[in-house]
């Protein structure tokens, strides 16, 4: 991979990692409901998991999908259906008791999982592949993983941290209720694209 090809792919991992979609609506919502250090096994997961599927997709996923187009539509009703549960379980979490949210925040082993289903994952890791490992060599997919890895965690660290700020205004209940409940239409709507394509 030439420098140029790096710089630009460090580009496409930053602008799809820091934009809005599922994993940082979540983690907007967990920075708001359990803070910043309690976030910090969901964040990992998400980076580890994420480069792990890009890896993997890489090596072979995208071939699969490529020769059996059904399971396109597959994987798009079960991550539909994961994730209105998802925003369903956000919009349930709030009224909490004693200056605590209800719930457990995502662990890494969810988080990570959590990729195998997000739409916008999956079409950053195709993207990715397709774009800058054409050849899909296993040392030019270890390096669109690890720059995948090196970018994420930065990027959706943003989102914890905006969350955590947000909590001392949040701390009115029906405040919480409001933010929780439009967090969860948020990742509803970051559906429309799956939906509608």
């Not at 599922?22 to 480069?51: D, E, K, W, Y």
């Not at 660290?157 to 009115?172: E, F, H, K, M």
Request: aromatic share 12%; proline share 6%.
């Amino acid at each position: 991979m030439t420098l140029d090809a790096l710089f630009a792919l460090v580009a496409f991992a930053f602008v799809t990692s820091v934009t809005p979609g599922p994993n940082n609506m979540m983690l907007l919502a967990s920075g708001v409901n359990f803070g910043f250090r309690r976030t910090v096994p969901h964040m990992l997961g998400i980076g580890l998991g994420h480069a792990l599927m890009v890896f993997l997709v890489g090596l072979g996923l995208a071939g699969l999908f490529d020769s059996f187009p059904v399971l396109h539509s597959v994987l798009k009703v079960v991550s539909v259906g994961y994730m209105l549960w998802l925003a369903w379980k956000i919009a349930t979490s709030a009224a909490p008791e004693g200056g605590e949210a209800k719930g457990k925040p995502f662990t890494f082993v969810q988080a990570a999982g959590f990729q195998w289903v997000n739409p916008k994952a999956w079409a950053m890791a195709l993207g990715a592949v397709t774009v800058y490992a054409p050849d899909r060599t296993v040392l030019t997919m270890l390096v669109v993983a690890l720059v995948f890895c090196a970018v994420n965690l930065p990027s959706v660290s943003v989102w914890t941290l905006a969350g955590q700020g947000l909590r001392r205004w949040l701390t009115d209940p029906s405040r919480l209720r409001l933010f929780n409940g439009t967090m969860a239409g948020l990742l509803v709507l970051s559906l429309w694209p799956v939906i509608t394509h």
